[in-house]
Nanobody, 123 residues
Framework: QVQVVESGGGLVQTGRSLRLSCTASGLGFADYAVAWFRQAPGKERERVSCISGRSTFIAYADSARGRFTISRDNAKNMAWLQMNNLTPDDTAMYYC????????????????WGQGTQVTVSS
């Protein structure tokens, strides 16, 4: 059975950093693209970043580029999202998702999802 679990969220002040972690089990992790999505109340789910199975392709949303860094370690079945210089606009529930083959900007293209970890940035 596939399980995806996020951790690392919390309450931080503007300008601070957080590192989100994603652990996946029950799948051939290296064969899966991993993405981080976020969803704020009343807003659509947005893909923040995605990394291909072998880390040969990485994409960021405009809002994340230059501040966030996605990475993975296939030997550990883990992926991370390092978030720096956080602002209140980054407040959302953050989800880790996985799909076979390449990254996709669409949430509907991802097969496996975690329960989410809340990130709240105070001003």
């Amino acid at each position: 059975q596939v399980q995806v679990v996020e951790s690392g969220g919390g309450l931080v002040q503007t300008g601070r950093s957080l590192r989100l972690s994603c652990t996946a089990s029950g799948l051939g992790f290296a064969d899966y693209a991993v993405a981080w999505f976020r969803q704020a109340p009343g807003k659509e789910r947005e893909r923040v970043s995605c990394i291909s199975g072998r880390s040969t392709f990485i994409a960021y949303a405009d809002s994340a580029r230059g501040r966030f860094t996605i990475s993975r370690d296939n030997a550990k079945n883990m992926a991370w999202l390092q978030m720096n210089n956080l602002t209140p606009d980054d407040t959302a529930m953050y989800y880790c998702a996985a799909r076979t083959a390449t990254c996709s900007p669409s949430a509907g293209a991802f097969t496996y999802w975690g329960q989410g970890t809340q990130v709240t940035v105070s001003s």
